[in-house]
């Protein structure tokens, strides 16, 4: 599943955005933290995903043009952005096994944290987009 929503990502940052996309090593600190769940077969995956705040910037200004959002955008855009990758993940999910099931919850945006490993996940990626890390995992 991770392997699909590797894909997703890269396709929003490099396809739609036109940003080059590259693997981080590390992550830093303060982020934005949002929540994306796909059952698979009754079996559910919580993906969750962490932005700075300069990388919610280059997602609005490529998706809507600007990037000079109040808060309220900024947690709009957020929860749009998980539900490109994870919709568009369970996409691809649905093409390669149709023989499943698969259901996509609601985002849910959690404002602020300082650090994204207060989860225990089993398994992650850092990302770097103009020199600016993120992180998505999945916990099980």
Known sequence: MLT?????IVSLCEDILGVKLERGKSLGKDFHKA???????????????????????????GLLGEDDLGDVDLSDLFKEVANLIIGQA?????????????????????GKVSSAFDIKFDNYTIYKLKNRTFLIGVKS
């Open 4 to 8: 699909a929503v590797d894909n997703s």
């Open 35 to 61: 929540l994306v769940s796909i059952t698979c077969n009754d079996k559910k995956s919580d993906f969750y995903l962490f932005l700075k705040q300069d990388n919610l910037k280059e997602f609005a200004y």
């Open 90 to 110: 369970k996409a691809i999910l649905g093409d390669k096994y149709p023989q499943n099931s698969y259901k996509l919850d609601t985002p849910k945006y959690f």
